[in-house]
């Protein structure tokens, strides 16, 4: 991005974060290396941090102020994951939404790949593709990477049924996936939607947090629009004991009372059976 006049941007870039102050830097760095011409903008929403996350972030912010924004909520409040996404959805201008958590990163080919994927097919509400998980928080990515060529640490999920193709999806299609094998779901750190799209389903669930709220929004859209998968690896999401899902799961009455309230919100909003 340049100095002086701030554009219209094309891509609006959600990103939301309580205390992640180890990674959110990098994440952001990541952003600002994406190899592409198009506009964007970086809305970045702290969700009540008490560590140094809103400093290091708003220190970012102050060399970049074309194209990165930091919102809070009223009193610098803690509303969780769905309420930030849905505040940074409020704000943005760009005629697509592209999601990055604080403690992710994306690949430098990410922007252009998904945004030409979209552009390209006019009757997609949504595009993902792969990432790879990320398992050793505590190393830099290279010599995690080496580890994992020896012992497997690193890995690429499937994305779509065994002997499925990849590529377009019809309406429901995903949401019967997500019913069949949960792990089947889009990483939402690669996910492109119209932002047209994202609002008309009204964004997050403010009831889901930690776990399925991604789930939720993508079975909202994925229900009533194409959804094209993308078999290319265009970001890393990065699994440690701090993360919002590893904090949800540890709570195994948590985590099945999720699922349950995530069938059940497939079957009585959306009609699926669960």
């Known amino acids: 991005m340049t100095s002086g006049h ?19 830097a990098e994440a952001i760095e990541s952003v600002l290396k994406q190899e592409t011409a198009r506009t964007w903008e970086l809305l970045f929403v702290d969700d009540g941090s008490t560590d140094a996350t809103l400093s290091i972030v708003t220190i970012i912010a102050d060399r970049h102020p074309q194209c990165i924004r930091v919102l809070t909520h009223d009193g610098g409040h803690n509303r969780g994951i769905s309420a930030s996404r849905n505040l940074a959805l409020r704000h943005a201008k760009g005629q697509s939404i592209a999601f990055l958590d604080s403690d992710d990163v994306w690949l430098p080919h990410h922007l252009e790949t998904m945004t030409s994927l979209l552009d390209s097919m006019p009757e997609v509400a949504m595009v993902y593709a792969a990432a790879e998980r990320w398992v ?4 830099p990515f290279d010599e995690e990477a080496a580890r994992a060529g020896q012992w497997g640490s690193n890995y690429l999920p499937p994305l779509v049924p065994e002997g499925e193709p990849y590529g377009l999806l019809p309406p429901g299609q995903l949401l019967e996936w997500f019913l069949q ?10 996910v492109l939607v119209r932002t047209e799209i994202a609002r008309r389903v ?7 947090e930690g776990l399925y709220d ?3 929004f993508h079975a909202k859209v994925a229900a009533l629009h194409w959804v094209f998968v993308h078999d290319e690896c265009v970001a890393r999401y990065r699994q440690h004991i701090d993360s919002c899902c590893a904090r949800a799961r540890a709570d195994e009455e948590n985590e099945r009372h999720l699922r349950h309230s995530f069938d059940l919100f497939l079957a009585t909003a959306l009609g699926i059976r669960p």
């Open 136 to 139: 050793d928080a505590s190393r």
């Open 181 to 190: 094998d949960e792990s089947l779901v889009p990483c939402i750190c690669t």
């Open 202 to 208: 009204d964004g997050f669930c403010d009831s889901f």
């Open 214 to 216: 991604d789930q939720v």
């Open 6 to 24: 701030r554009p219209v941007p094309e891509i609006s870039i959600l990103m939301t974060a309580r205390n992640s102050a180890p990674f959110v």
